[in-house]
């Protein structure tokens, strides 16, 4: 077979070059766990791999040296951490992607076999942030049975806020039941008569999503929030009991924050490459706060790009290849000041496996507010 020949060259090299009498993992790396790794680390991974996470603890060197090999191959196929926008565009906060230099550090290690250096390295433990301000409002979500060994589970449901008026609030807040099984949670607002809100957003690792301070949303009495939860099973099944937080505008004229829709429901029927585009456009000039993509469809690349009326065209957001179980909003750095005109343009293409049956498309959703 054909990996015959390379298996041999290696053992030939590794005759020819390694001394008789070394350890499996000779240390040939400057780089140190308790240095250089445990930092990145705290940065990209614990959101998800901390003890009570969504995933195996890669907190502490003991934790983490049996999954050194399997840590470098996901790291590699840009599985891990899972974020799925290309860098070099719009620039996102909470941009959990390894940059080059990090990626090129735990390589280094891990092929310099994996030391762990020395106890007076390791980062003084952070202390934790005082709790925020108490919400104005809570809406509990009814609670959700996560049946075990399900890799993705997918709910939506509708709840009504109790609101006796209309409210301004600032920040829709999910604070999530149980850590261990919510991958993702976004919540819309639902009024009679009025386009859906995306308002907010979790992730392990965006835990609070805010829009811009000048705009807030305008929750109406008698508005429902839709909330969609996206969850990974444990090894039992498990109840999530997930409660949303609204916190008033702290402003008497905010600018009301809206959703612009991008996509269709329906994806082609056919089984082959699909592509769609679809357009809409600005009528005021806005500030957008953030994307989100609801899609149905693994691998298919998507590009959501702004054609302003002078001619220009500004990259949103591409993401070459779309990961169904992990979806993220993208909130921008800074928000992105679009004049009216603007022609928004989603486009992806890929496989549409589903074949149509039961397949809802690509939509881009783009929360933002007007500034004139
Ligand atoms: C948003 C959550 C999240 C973040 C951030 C994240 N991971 Fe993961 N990771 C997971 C989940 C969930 C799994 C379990 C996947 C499975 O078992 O199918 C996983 C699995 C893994 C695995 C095991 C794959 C295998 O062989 O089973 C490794 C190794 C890994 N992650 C490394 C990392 C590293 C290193 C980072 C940071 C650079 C990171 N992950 C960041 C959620 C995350």
Not at 292 to 315: C, F, N, Q, W, Y
Request: charge should be neutral; glycine fraction near 6%; charged fraction near 25%.
């Amino acid at each position: 077979m054909r990996a015959l020949p390379i298996a041999l060259a290696a053992t030939l090299m590794l005759l020819v070059t390694s001394s008789p009498a070394r350890s499996d993992d000779p240390v040939t790396s400057a780089v140190r766990f308790n240095r250089e790794i445990v930092r990145i680390f705290d940065r990209k991974c614990l959101a998800c791999h901390a003890p009570g996470g969504i995933a195996m603890s890669l907190a502490t060197y003991r934790d983490v040296r049996p999954w050194a090999r399997a840590i470098r191959e996901e790291i590699v196929e840009q599985r891990m951490p899972p974020w799925s926008a290309a860098r070099g565009y719009a620039r996102f906060k909470d941009d959990i992607a390894l940059t080059p230099r990090e990626l090129g550090t735990i390589l280094t290690w891990v092929d310099g076999g994996v030391p762990r250096g020395d106890e007076s390295d390791l980062p003084a433990s952070v202390p934790r942030p005082a709790p925020g301000a108490e919400p104005d409002h809570l809406v509990a979500v009814p609670a959700q049975q996560v049946p075990g060994n399900q890799e993705d589970v997918v709910r939506r449901v509708v709840v009504t806020t109790a609101l006796t008026a209309d409210q301004w609030i600032r920040q829709v807040q999910i604070r999530p039941g149980d850590r261990r099984i919510l991958r993702a949670a976004f919540v819309s607002v639902i009024a009679e008569g009025h386009e859906p809100v995306w308002a907010g957003a979790w992730t392990p690792w965006q835990t609070e999503v805010s829009p811009p301070s000048t705009g807030a949303f305008l929750v109406r009495r008698g508005s429902r929030l839709s909330i969609e939860l996206h969850y990974r099973g444990q090894d039992a099944p498990t109840v999530d009991n997930t409660v949303i937080a609204l916190f008033s505008a702290r402003e008497n004229q905010p600018r009301e924050l809206t959703s612009l829709t991008v996509g269709s429901d329906d994806a082609s029927r056919s089984k082959a490459a699909t592509l769609q585009k679809t357009q809409a456009a600005l009528t005021h000039e806005a500030l957008v706060w953030g994307i989100r993509t609801e899609l149905m469809v693994d691998g298919t690349s998507l590009e959501v790009t702004a054609r302003k009326p002078d001619g220009t065209i500004e990259v949103l957001l591409w993401i070459p290849q779309t990961r169904t179980e992990w979806p993220s909003p993208y909130i921008f750095q800074d928000p992105v000041r679009l004049p009216a005109g603007t022609v928004i343009t989603l486009e992806a293409s890929g496989r549409n496996e589903n074949g149509g049956r039961g397949a809802r498309g690509v939509r881009a959703i783009l929360t933002l507010h007007r500034l004139d």
